[in-house]
């Protein structure tokens, strides 16, 4: 006599792709409640009352500048003018990095020629070559994306290099055997074998850009104003509590430019490699 299974509902696409995302976004909640947490603590806890204006309490920060328009105006304005530095940076870095990375994937002696470049390029101190941006370009639009794509560029070549070379060499072996042409043993082994390696490189590379914006921002003053800018005039005046809300728009655009790419990896290469919603 067989017994009969109790039947269990399925949770739907909706359901499991909802739990999913809580699931990805509760580490960064709580990485928040923790900032927030020791935010708090510093400014009861270690600064003397007379002293808490260096570090005002979050609930301070964001009542003296959300409801106050000659504030919020400017600074969205200005956060406006870094989003537009980052994407055009970040989209530069990207088409250099991987035509870079393409031309050394080639073959040994480009790599060992053209390599140290990019190294040297990485570990020059931005803030030496900044002033030297300036006198050449200028210090307004371009210049702000030049120091962009420089700080945005080399983990675009790295991951790229890595990925094209990481191609077993039996699929190579493979590809010689039906004697594929150069282009296509590019397009059709060495780009899927990277895509991985490339959308790493993409993530690194979206959230320096914005660094590397606000940098430009920072050092060059000419034309509309960047955030970098404003975080540079609020500091000269200790104007903390719009200091502070600078930084937190500043952040919060960091971590949705790192987001969004994030999710276009799952969304692309997810599945392939198990990072996809189930």
């Known amino acids: 006599m067989s017994t009969a299974r109790p039947i269990t509902a399925r949770p739907t696409t909706a359901r499991r792709r909802l739990l999913s995302a809580g699931t990805a976004a509760w580490p960064l909640l709580a990485a928040v409640l923790g900032i927030v947490a020791v935010w708090y603590g510093v400014t009861y806890l270690v600064l003397a009352p007379e002293r808490r204006f260096l570090l005002p309490p979050l609930h301070e920060v964001l009542g003296n500048t959300l409801g106050n328009p000659n504030v919020m105006n400017p600074m969205f304005d200005a956060l406006w003018q870094t ?30 020629i053209l390599y140290p470049y990019a190294v040297i390029l990485q570990t020059i101190p931005i803030l030496a070559l900044t002033p030297l941006i300036g006198i050449w370009l200028g210090y307004g639009f371009s210049a702000r994306i030049v120091v962009c794509v420089i700080i945005a560029l080399f983990p675009m070549i790295a991951n790229t290099l890595f990925g094209l070379q990481s191609a077993g060499p039996a ?27 490339i959308f790493t490189g993409l993530r690194n590379a979206a959230g320096l850009s914005v660094i590397g914006a606000i940098v430009g921002d920072f050092f060059f003053q000419q034309g509309s104003p960047g955030i970098g800018g404003l975080l540079r005039t609020y500091t000269l005046r200790l104007n903390m509590d719009a200091l502070f809300m600078a930084i937190i728009l500043t952040a919060l655009f960091g971590v949705a430019m790192f987001s969004v790419f994030a999710a276009l990896d799952r969304a692309v290469i997810g599945r392939w490699y198990g990072r996809g919603v189930a």
């Open 83 to 112: 989003v537009g530095v980052a994407l055009c940076g970040l989209a530069i870095a990207v088409v250099l990095g991987i035509g870079y990375a393409v031309v050394m994937a080639q073959a040994g002696w480009a790599e060992k």
């Open 171 to 197: 699929a190579h072996d493979l590809f010689t055997l039906n004697r594929a042409t150069r282009v296509q043993r590019l397009l059709k082994l060495q780009f899927p074998a990277a895509l991985p390696s």
